[in-house]
Structures are given as structure tokens and as C-alpha cells.
């Protein structure tokens, strides 16, 4: 149950695009495809954003998306908000019922 | 309205036992698998157990596996943690998450966790 591999952070100006990788094995991401982003603010609980690598729940804004290539994962925010500012962690099925989460990438908009 | 709410934290001595609780609300309780995930203080994001919708299908992170035991009680709305020979290492807050769709591993509702301290 090793944890996935994520950027410690990623920054970006009001307008632009920023991605965001999460990189796993062949036993996780590139096995299965039931990756999950979510957004956290400090002191909040965390806020899906994507689900099954490219699927956004109710609500999630469009420019929000998530892609995969053979063992990684990666979040694409695209027309940077300030209110995108964040922690973001991605998480992945690891078989036999597990799941892994990744280290989490903080996310600052100048 | 939807929620779960989370109680039974608080500080404990290393080798002590805490029992978590997270009573939901809002929706059907007994079609939903269940996690709970944890967070050391200024730390990510770790899952740490999940348990299908009749109880019978549990797992454990290896972190916490034989010391921490999953539960839920459908009739009471309520999905439990016991704690038991608790370490430093244990330290975070403690969330509940729904499981949007059994199976998918995606946490589309949380709790707004309960803080654990394992300390002397």
C-alpha cells in the first residue's frame, strides 16, 4: 500500500491552465481505472472533483478534468480561479477492497 | 439534510482504546459502502478502512490492521471505529466517507472529522 506520487506543489496565474500528475503502479492506477481527485481548503474536509479518472459529480465546474497514461494519473485545471486554491490529492483502487491516496499537491494561484 | 457527523475523539495514552462514531443522516445508510480516511496534522490524506453495506466485507490499511476494527449498524444509521493499542503515529483526524457507488472507491460525501491525539 504505497503511497502515489504527486508534486508537492503546482502554481499558476488567474486564466491559465495548470496539470497536476499522479503517478502509481501497474498494480493502482495502471491496472484499474477508478482514480479520484479531490479538493481540499485548510481546515475542511476534502471535496470530490473527479471520479472514475474523467467523470465530474454534480456541481464540479468543467474546468475540471482528468486523464490517465499507463501508470499515471493527471488533473487538468484550466482557466485558473483564485477560489482553485487548494490542496488537491488524487486516490486509486489498489485491489483486494484497498485504496491509496497520494501525498496531496497544494495548489497556489499568483 | 445529508450529512454525517463524527464524534468520539479526543486525548488518549499510547497502548489506550477510542472508540469513533459517525451517524449519518439524510440519505439510505444501508446501500452505502463506507470508509474512513485519516490526516495527520499538517499530513495528507490516508485511508485506513471500509466496510460494504451488510458488514460482512471489511478492509484495513496495514497501518492499522489488528489493532482497528470497522463496524456499522444499519438500524441505527451509524458506522463505528474502535481503536485499540493506539500510537503517536495515530494522531490525525478521523473522517467518515460514503462511497458514491459501491465499488468506485470515489468519497462524494465526508463528515467533518474528529480529532484524535495518542499522547502521554
Known amino acids: 500500500q504505497s503511497a502515489l506520487t504527486q508534486p508537492a506543489s503546482v502554481s499558476g496565474s488567474p486564466g491559465q491552465s495548470i496539470t497536476i500528475s499522479c503517478t502509481g503502479t501497474s498494480n493502482d492506477i495502471g491496472y484499474y481505472n477508478l482514480v479520484s481527485w479531490y479538493q481540499q481548503d485548510p481546515g475542511k474536509a476534502p471535496k470530490l472533483i473527479i471520479y472514475e479518472g474523467n467523470k465530474r459529480p454534480s456541481g464540479i465546474s468543467n474546468r475540471f478534468s482528468g486523464s490517465k497514461s499507463g501508470n499515471t494519473a493527471s488533473l487538468t485545471i484550466s482557466g485558473l480561479q483564485a477560489e482553485d486554491e487548494a490542496d488537491y490529492y488524487c486516490t486509486s483502487y489498489a485491489g483486494r477492497s484497498t485504496l491509496v491516496f497520494g501525498g496531496g499537491t497544494k495548489l497556489t494561484v499568483l | 439534510e445529508v450529512q454525517l457527523v463524527e464524534s468520539g475523539g479526543g486525548l488518549v495514552q499510547p497502548g489506550g482504546s477510542l472508540r469513533l462514531s459517525c451517524v449519518v443522516s439524510?440519505?439510505?445508510?444501508?446501500?452505502?459502502?463506507m470508509h474512513w480516511v485519516r490526516q495527520a496534522p499538517g499530513k495528507g490524506l490516508v485511508w485506513v478502512s471500509h466496510i460494504n453495506t451488510d458488514g460482512r466485507t471489511i478492509t484495513y490499511a496495514d497501518s492499522v490492521k489488528g489493532r482497528f476494527t470497522i463496524s456499522r449498524d444499519n438500524a441505527k444509521n451509524t458506522l463505528y471505529l474502535q481503536m485499540n493499542s493506539l500510537r503517536a503515529e495515530d494522531t490525525a483526524m478521523y473522517f467518515c466517507a460514503r462511497d458514491a457507488v459501491q465499488g468506485i472507491y470515489a468519497f462524494d460525501l465526508w463528515g467533518q472529522g474528529t480529532m484524535v491525539t495518542v499522547s502521554s
Open positions: 439524510g440519505f439510505n445508510f444501508r446501500s452505502y459502502w
